[in-house]
């Protein structure tokens, strides 16, 4: 029986307050209107981006909110005006857009939707600002237009990659978010030559899609730089080959690295967010041809400092957005490359829980265990 056009009720892990622990709800979900798709999630991850907005640190907070950005769903059907999906289509939701039309959708260069780029103060779809989600009659707010923790949600026709339908997506889901952050910021920006030596700072989900993107390019030296010696093991299996821990060494990292590498990394990549990391990730790379990639997200109170003549030197220093991918046009390639085995991803997912289950997800990723926990709806 059809469900279109019609509100369907679901469960879903609401957020009533910061900190405190999803509840599981009977929640109902309004049709989709023009250009929006409403999505039937099989299985969704935690991301730290996820985390953080929900412990409220340091934006405004907006409860009660359904979370969740990073997902593997089926059309379930679509609203007016939208003619490149339709029901039973294999998506992926993605935390940001691709409208197609603006400045930036139309340049080769950029992802940077002027529509649908990343607002994480939004709480309503985009074209009334109203919330699809409801209970009991009281809106609940989305999250980065996916809120991928409901069995059914609705999103912006242009946050929605059409992927192969034989891709697990119990595995690609996690290319949404973390995975392509990574491998598209060194495939895409940073750009490794075969043999040369990249350095990764930060071991995290993100940094090893970056470790990964590196292993895949045919680096020769990957090195890994994070504060917690617990990681290392574990990278190796993205292609790390050597580890720097900066707490080990008196003097600074960017010096350790350059002096391992007869002078500086041909490519860095850093993914923690911290304005130390960002500057020794730049200051650790070849003079002449070194570049620098920033993924992290700063403090909104950071400065960059660096001596200009760095620069002069011929060191290039980038930043990236979601790996440089754009969401419709790129992300089904990506998926691709996993098909074909170009790209490895179930090394990634370290733990799985079913849907009642949600806030052990949360408790993996507070206690710094594992990389990626994958979320089973129908469970």
């Given amino acids: 029986m059809s469900t279109a056009g019609q509100v369907i009720k679901c469960k879903a892990a609401v957020a009533w307050e910061a900190g405190k622990p999803l509840s599981i709800e009977e ?5 989709p209107q023009k250009h929006e798709v409403r999505v039937k999630i099989h299985f969704t991850s935690l991301c730290h981006t996820d985390v953080y907005f929900w412990e409220a640190k340091g934006q405004n907070p907006l409860f009660p909110r359904i979370f969740g950005h990073e997902a593997g769903g089926v059309v379930e059907s679509v609203g007016e005006g939208v003619t490149d999906l339709q ?14 039309e603006c400045p930036h959708c139309l340049s080769e260069e950029s992802n940077m939707c002027n529509l649908l780029r990343i607002n994480t103060e ?15 009659g009281k809106p609940i707010h989305h999250f980065l237009g996916t809120s991928t923790f409901s069995e059914y949600t ?13 891709a697990p997506l119990d595995k690609v889901c996690v290319l949404s978010c973390g995975m392509s952050t990574g491998f598209g910021a060194t495939v895409n920006v940073a750009k490794p030559k075969k043999g040369q030596t990249v350095a990764i700072f930060g071991l995290g989900a993100v940094g090893l899609a970056a470790a990964e993107g590196a292993r895949v390019s045919g680096a020769s030296r990957i090195i890994g730089i994070d504060l917690n010696p617990n990681r290392f093991e574990e990278a190796k299996k993205f292609g790390c080959t050597e580890f720097v821990n900066p707490k080990d060494h008196t003097k600074p990292v960017q ?10 990394v041909d490519r860095s990549v850093e993914c923690t967010g911290s304005i130390q990391a960002m500057i020794s990730a730049f200051e650790c790379v070849h003079d002449g041809w070194g570049v620098a990639v920033l993924v992290g997200v700063p403090s909104k109170d950071d400065a960059f400092q660096t001596h200009p003549v760095k620069f002069l030197n011929e060191r290039t220093l980038k930043g990236t957005f979601f790996g440089n991918y754009k969401p419709r046009s790129d ?49």
């Fill in 255 to 264: 010096e350790v690295i350059a002096e391992m590498t007869n002078g500086g």
């Fill in 27 to 31: 929640i109902e979900v309004a049709p």
């Fill in 87 to 100: 029901p039973g289509d294999h998506v992926l939701p993605i935390f940001t857009g691709e409208c197609k």
């Fill in 122 to 136: 939004r709480g309503g779809m985009i074209s009334d600002g109203k919330p699809r989600f409801s209970k009991d």
């Fill in 154 to 166: 609705v999103l912006h026709v242009g946050q929605v990659a059409k992927i192969n339908p034989e």
């Fill in 331 to 379: 992300i089904p390639g990506v998926v691709e490359k996993y098909m074909k085995k170009e790209l490895e991803l179930d090394k990634f997912i370290t733990h799985s829980v079913p849907f009642a289950e949600i806030n052990k997800a949360f408790e993996y990723m507070l206690a710094g265990e594992g990389l990626r926990c994958v979320i089973r709806m129908d469970a």
